[in-house]
């Protein structure tokens, strides 16, 4: 790998290790939300979990528990060690 590609791999290593602690603090928070928004649907009546608020409720709690998973898969760790193992030695 040529000078210049290794330049460039090592300047996504830094932009991608800037952004991890903004990442991991934006994917506990949707856990956090989607958390409570489950608790919120669990704690309504049944009338009104089989309402249109609890349907709203119970969809958007099942998207954020999506979004999180989503966002675990994501391991930006192993990113940036398969982006420092492709830059090589230099």
């Known amino acids: 790998m040529n000078t210049a590609r290794r330049k460039e791999i090592a300047r996504i290593i830094d932009l991608i290790a800037k952004i991890k602690d903004d990442f991991e603090d934006a994917r506990d928070s ?4 989607a958390s409570e928004e489950r608790d919120y649907y669990d704690n309504m ?5 089989g309402g249109d608020k609890g349907t709203a409720a119970n969809d958007a709690a099942d998207d954020l528990d999506e979004a ?9 760790d192993d990113v940036i060690t398969r ?3 492709a830059k090589g030695e230099q």
């Open 83 to 85: 982006l420092d193992n």
């Open 45 to 49: 009546s049944p009338n009104l979990q």
């Open 30 to 33: 949707v856990e956090t939300v």
């Open 68 to 76: 999180h998973r989503a966002l675990s898969d994501l391991d930006l």
